[in-house]
């Protein structure tokens, strides 16, 4: 059973609009939430994470929202730009509970960029 | 900044060879994680250590072991490759604090003919 679950396989977007990814999740144990952008044949890179405490992290045209009643989560890009195109992955974390330090990712979204 | 190396980039391996695949990570980092990466089905874990010569199964171990002799390094075993074992292998490390962010090598492209 998935715990994270990214629903939109891919998206496209216009060069300079605003990207949104989606992500929601099931487990309320979850107490951080990362992003990771993945191009081709490389690893995936960190983004940006967001504890349960917060509602809302900004880290330059990176900002990712938090609604923990509805367990779901979203990056917004913006505005975006062709580099941004690479598979983004939704992951969560607990603190407690004995798999302290473990991710669980979703699958990722594709995001395509077009100038 | 961190950095996770892999010894390969690219590997063709034969069905019931045994094959390493080697991660080092230069940050000091307590945890270290093989996951592999397939398509349509995300970020796999395979095998995780929490610290030196300590070990835990991930979510799918069966046909893989590892060996974590030294704290930067950590090593991926396939006993006997299967083609069914072809996939992208990603080696990750991690502090043992929040926000638990992992940060990846560039992957081994593995394939089993």
């Known amino acids: 059973d998935q715990q994270v679950k990214q629903n939109s396989p891919s998206l496209s977007v216009q060069e300079g609009r605003i990207s949104i990814l989606n992500c929601d999740y099931t487990?309320?144990?979850?107490?951080?939430f990362l992003w990771y952008k993945k191009y081709p044949a490389e690893g995936p890179t960190f983004l940006i994470s967001?504890?349960?405490?917060?509602d809302k992290n900004e880290d330059g045209r990176f900002t990712v929202f938090l609604n923990k009643s509805a367990k779901h989560l979203s990056l917004h890009i913006v505005p975006s730009q062709p580099g941004d195109s690479a598979v983004y992955f939704c992951?969560?974390?607990?603190?407690?509970?004995?798999?302290?330090?473990?991710?669980?990712f979703g699958k990722g979204t594709k995001l395509s960029v077009k100038p | 900044d961190v950095k996770v190396t892999q010894s390969s980039r690219y590997l063709v391996k034969r069905t019931g060879e045994k094959v390493f695949l080697e991660c080092v990570q230069d940050?000091?980092?307590?945890?270290m994680f093989w996951y592999r990466q397939d398509p349509g089905l995300g970020l796999r874990l395979i095998y995780f250590?929490?610290?030196?010569?300590?070990?835990e199964k991930g979510d799918i171990p069966e046909g893989y072991s590892v060996s974590r002799e030294k704290k930067e390094r950590f090593s991926l075993i396939l006993e006997s490759a299967s083609t069914n074992q072809t996939s992208m292998y990603l080696c990750?490390?991690?502090?043992?604090?929040?926000?638990?962010?992992?940060?990846f090598g560039p992957g081994t492209r593995l394939l089993v003919l």
């Open positions: 990750a490390s991690s502090l043992i604090r929040p926000p638990w962010a992992q940060y």
């Open positions: 940050m000091d980092h307590e945890n």
């Open positions: 992951a969560a974390s607990a603190s407690y509970g004995g798999s302290q330090g473990n991710l669980i």
């Open positions: 967001i504890s349960s405490i917060k």
């Open positions: 250590s929490y610290d030196v010569k300590m070990k």
């Open positions: 487990n309320s144990m979850f107490d951080y």
